[in-house]
């Protein structure tokens, strides 16, 4: 078993930065890829970041490309994303997902939210004015 525990949501102003941690707890080693998702109200939850257990390997969508970074943090089996540029888009519960899959190609899979197993409860992030 793997459990996520997210933190860092909050309330930002349109064109700020928020930080969001993910700390993966239990088989850990099993894990091979964590990615950050979101689900605005109204709308369909999207995969946002993915980086690969290694950590050589990331992968975003569109709307999160040149404004979100993902990285592995500081503190052992934690996942890091930075967003910037924040707009009122962006307003969205994230929750961080693990997975222990292999997929033959990365994407699409990686960004889908069938690929994964694991699942936080998810921070809230604000964006307003």
């Known amino acids: 078993q793997v459990q996520l525990v997210e933190s860092g949501g909050g309330s930002v102003q349109p064109g700020g930065s928020l930080r969001l941690s993910c700390a993966v707890s239990g088989y850990t080693a099993s894990v091979r890829y964590t990615a950050w998702f979101r689900q605005a109200p109204g709308k369909e939850r999207e995969g946002v970041a993915v980086i690969s257990a290694s950590g050589r390997s990331t992968y975003y969508a569109d709307s999160a490309k040149d404004r979100f970074t993902i990285s592995q943090g500081n503190t052992k089996n934690s996942v890091i994303l930075q967003m910037n540029s924040l707009s009122a888009d962006d307003t969205a519960m994230y929750s961080c997902?693990?997975?222990?899959?292999?997929?033959?190609?990365?994407?699409?899979?990686?960004?889908?939210?069938?690929?994964?197993?694991?699942w936080g409860h998810g921070t809230h992030v604000t964006v307003s004015s």
């Open positions: 997902a693990a997975s222990i899959r292999l997929p033959e190609k990365p994407l699409p899979a990686v960004l889908l939210e069938s690929f994964y197993a694991y």
